[in-house]
């Protein structure tokens, strides 16, 4: 078996994997998960209603002190009230973070006033900070409780006060380009970070699944074209098959993919290895001594 991509994993699949974010859940000792991400790599701290904005906050301050550049999520459906956002935008700003992920959140009742990514992103145009670059979050295959109309419409009322989007976890590649088609020709011009999910271990997902309540999560993958399934069976899940399948699309200017953002789901060391094997040059590009 080889130990690099398929034949259809081109050079631009190469380096968009190279230079993949990985995204960090912050469970107790997730520093461990941590060291296992390689130097210069970017890494992405969640925020859940089950670990608050404080455990987002110190882990982003760790991983920022320890030499990775960070992006933090902020879900706003947790942030208290204005001085909660000014305090955290003050710690991100001693730490030298500059990014940050902006979404709504999963707490079923909001801390605050802040019912919406797109209302904490007009409180924060509003504030003084240091951030030059602010991500939001795009659904091209919908979301289980907001219709498909809503979510475009706050997408682009978010539009304005963002820099980036992020698609949330999608298996299937037509279903996502044709969503990016539609988005693009909606005069949505976000660049898209394409959600990703790394090598999963089903047991190891499922046992995570239990410590920080993502449940849910899982379901939602039931749902994603059998993927749990198949994992279940032993099929191998390859997450570069997405992105071969967007042929040509990937690299088109109109669609303006810029990055992967890879849902480790904390196997670092699985999301790790499979980077480095796919992203190795082939025996046609590496150099000849």
């Given amino acids: 078996m080889s130990l690099r991509g398929s034949p259809a994993t081109t050079p631009e699949i190469r380096t968009l994997v190279r230079n993949a974010k990985i995204e960090i859940i912050p469970t107790k000792g997730h520093e461990a998960q941590l060291a296992e991400v390689p130097a210069g790599t970017t890494v992405t701290i969640t925020c859940s209603p089950k670990f608050g904005l404080e455990r987002t906050l110190a882990a982003t301050e760790y991983a920022a002190a320890v030499g990775y550049t960070v992006v933090p999520h902020l879900a706003a459906r947790q942030v208290a009230d204005e001085a909660t956002l000014k305090e955290f935008v003050r710690r991100l700003e001693a730490a030298a973070v500059t990014n940050l992920y902006v979404i709504a959140g999963d707490a079923a009742e909001p801390a605050g006033k802040y019912t919406s990514s797109a209302e904490l992103l007009e409180s924060l145009a509003g504030l003084d900070h240091g951030l030059t670059s602010i991500g939001v979050a795009c659904y091209p295959e919908g979301h289980p409780s907001i219709p498909d109309d809503v979510l475009a419409e706050a997408l682009r009322a978010k539009q304005p006060m963002a820099h980036y989007m992020v698609s949330q976890l999608c298996f299937d590649a037509r279903t996502l380009v044709c969503w990016l088609r539609a988005a693009r020709k909606a005069g949505i011009d976000l660049p898209l970070h394409i959600g990703l999910a790394a090598p999963m271990e089903t047991r190891k997902l499922a046992a995570l699944s239990l410590r920080i309540g993502v449940g849910s999560s899982l379901r939602y ?4 074209h059998g993927l749990v399934g198949n994992l279940l069976r032993g099929k191998a899940y390859r997450p570069e098959q997405v992105l071969e399948g967007m042929g040509a699309d ?30 190795a040059p082939t025996a046609e590009t590496t150099p000849h001594s």
């Fill in 221 to 224: 993958l039931s749902k994603q």
């Fill in 250 to 279: 990937l690299t088109s200017p109109e669609l303006n993919v810029e990055r992967l953002h890879l849902f480790s789901f904390n196997q670092v060391a699985a999301t790790v290895a499979w980077q480095q094997r796919v992203a």
